[in-house]
T-cell receptor, first 111, second 114 residues
Framework: SQQGEEDPQALSIQEGENATMNCSYK?????LQWYRQNSGRGLVHLIL?????REKHSGRLRVTLDTSKKSSSLLITASRAADTASYFC???????????FGTGTKLQVIP | GAGVSQSPSNKVTEKGKDVELRCDPI?????LYWYRQSLGQGLEFLIY????????KSGLPSDRFSAERTGGSVSTLTIQRTQQEDSAVYLC????????????FGPGTRLTVL
């Protein structure tokens, strides 16, 4: 498996429910970032968590990081139809800041 | 500029032809990245620029791929003798100083090799 793998690969929930996505990685990281990609092309940065942080919040988003397990989770609370998108984690490591994106979780929020 | 721009937005070419993709990063951003995304897949890292130099070219899939950045601004990704497997969306991103910062993505160039 590759650095930055998300699971599940696909997730379908009802509007108002919470959505949890997980990301696992293999090597030591400097920081981990979550991005969203709506149908189309551009990615939008959601949140960054540094290796010395364990939890971070931004609006309806909550990110946790467990460096001992080399994993992170993204929780979206009170989901909305507009949250329908693919979500990617990106890990940053190395002296020259090598960045690796995961394979993504496709979230569908049903109105 | 207001954001990262890429051109062209779509490119259809014949197998064996060369193509050049352009990325205009956000003004003042020193770090620039190229990624490739095949249909329904994740992002594949291609190359990273810090200023005009590329400390990490490890993601370039073959010697048919090359990239340059001039004046610490515009970057071009060139694919020579295109193959059908090169068909993908090519995404460019920039960040203020390094990959430790938030990356801002362009809308991408959809390349189709017939």
């Amino acid at each position: 498996s590759q650095q930055g793998e998300e699971d599940p690969q696909a997730l379908s929930i009802q509007e108002g429910e919470n959505a949890t996505m997980n990301c696992s990685y293999k090597t030591s990281i400097n920081n981990l970032q979550w991005y969203r990609q709506n149908s189309g092309r551009g990615l939008v940065h959601l949140i960054l968590i540094r290796s010395n942080e364990r939890e971070k919040h931004s609006g309806r988003l909550r990110v946790t990081l467990d460096t001992s397990k080399k994993s992170s989770s993204l929780l979206i609370t009170a989901s909305r139809a507009a949250d329908t998108a693919s979500y990617f984690c990106a890990t940053y490591s190395g002296g020259y800041q090598k960045v690796t994106f995961g394979t993504g979780t496709k979230l569908q929020v049903i109105p | 500029g207001a954001g990262v721009s890429q051109s062209p937005s779509n490119k259809v070419t014949e197998k064996g032809k060369d193509v050049e993709l352009r990325c205009d990063p956000i003004s003042g951003h020193t770090a620039l990245y190229w990624y490739r995304q095949s249909l329904g897949q994740g992002l594949e890292f291609l190359i990273y620029f810090q200023g005009n130099s590329a400390p990490d070219k490890s993601g370039l899939p073959s010697d048919r791929f090359s990239a340059e950045r001039t004046g610490g601004s515009v970057s071009t990704l060139t694919i020579q003798r295109t193959q059908q497997e090169d068909s993908a969306v090519y995404l460019c991103a920039s960040s203020a100083r390094s990959s430790w910062d938030e990356q801002f993505f362009g809308p991408g160039t959809r390349l189709t090799v017939l």
